[in-house]
T-cell receptor
Framework: GQQLNQSPQSMFIQEGEDVSMNCTSS?????WLWYKQDPGEGPVLLIA?????ELTSNGRLTAQFGITRKDSFLNISASIPSDVGIYFC?????????FGTGTSLTVIP | EAQVTQNPRYLITVTGKKLTVTCSQN?????MSWYRQDPGLGLRQIYY???????DKGDVPEGYKVSRKEKRNFPLILESPSPNQTSLYFC?????????????FGPGTRLTVT
């Protein structure tokens, strides 16, 4: 299957700091998505990107769909304790979805 | 409340004993899908369905079966479970129009095969 490389694998940051994570693929995707997963729960969609070059915000979150269609990044500004969790990128190709391996975020108060 | 439900939430079984994990959604979504989540591997798609009686293989379909006889239900069947199918399983659903990729995930089913 298609491999999505997500980095970093984990992050430990101070409350109030900005966070940046990215996802790269060897294949082109038509859609990039970013999810957050809290312990014991299913992933929840944060941002969906539908066009190459698109930059989309959702509150303190900003994500971009790379021009090459093979990458995407997610920024979180002014992190707060409830940002703790695992963040996944996902690429959609036709009706199939491929997920990255996740970035575990810890926010230290 | 709009939701995706899965049952059971936890299951311990033995090798070879057939099992079914149910998935149901109340949002009238056309698209439904099953994923497995393993440490270090993220989520991998097992099967998906575009609508009733329409199913297709995802990235890791071996050892699994699905059916879509009704729009709201999409059960995952393991005919002869093996230990390498020990995993956390998620069902998800979404519309095919509007925002087609905004999948709603269920709470997960943790399966252990001994």
């Amino acid at each position: 299957g298609q491999q999505l490389n997500q980095s970093p694998q984990s992050m430990f940051i101070q409350e109030g700091e900005d966070v940046s994570m990215n996802c790269t693929s060897s294949s082109i995707f038509n859609t990039w998505l970013w999810y957050k997963q809290d312990p014991g729960e299913g992933p929840v969609l944060l941002i969906a990107l539908y066009k190459a070059g698109e930059l989309t915000s959702n509150g303190r979150l900003t994500a971009q769909f790379g021009i090459t269609r093979k990458d995407s990044f997610l920024n979180i500004s002014a992190s707060i304790p409830s940002d703790v969790g695992i963040y996944f990128c996902a690429g959609a190709s036709g009706n199939q979805f491929y997920f990255g391996t996740g970035t575990s975020l810890t926010v230290i108060p | 409340e709009a939701q995706v439900t899965q049952n059971p939430r936890y299951l311990i079984t033995v090798t070879g004993k057939k099992l079914t994990v149910t998935c149901s959604q109340n949002m009238n979504h056309e698209y439904m899908s099953w994923y497995r989540q393993d440490p270090g591997l993220g989520l991998r798609q097992i099967y998906y369905s575009m609508n009733v009686e329409v199913t297709d293989k995802g990235d890791v379909p071996e050892g699994y079966k699905v059916s879509r006889k009704e729009k709201r239900n999409f059960p995952l069947i393991l005919e002869s479970p093996s230990p390498n199918q020990t995993s956390l399983y998620f069902c998800a659903s979404s519309l095919l129009t509007g925002n087609p990729y905004e999948q709603y995930f269920g709470p997960g089913t943790r399966l252990t095969v001994t």
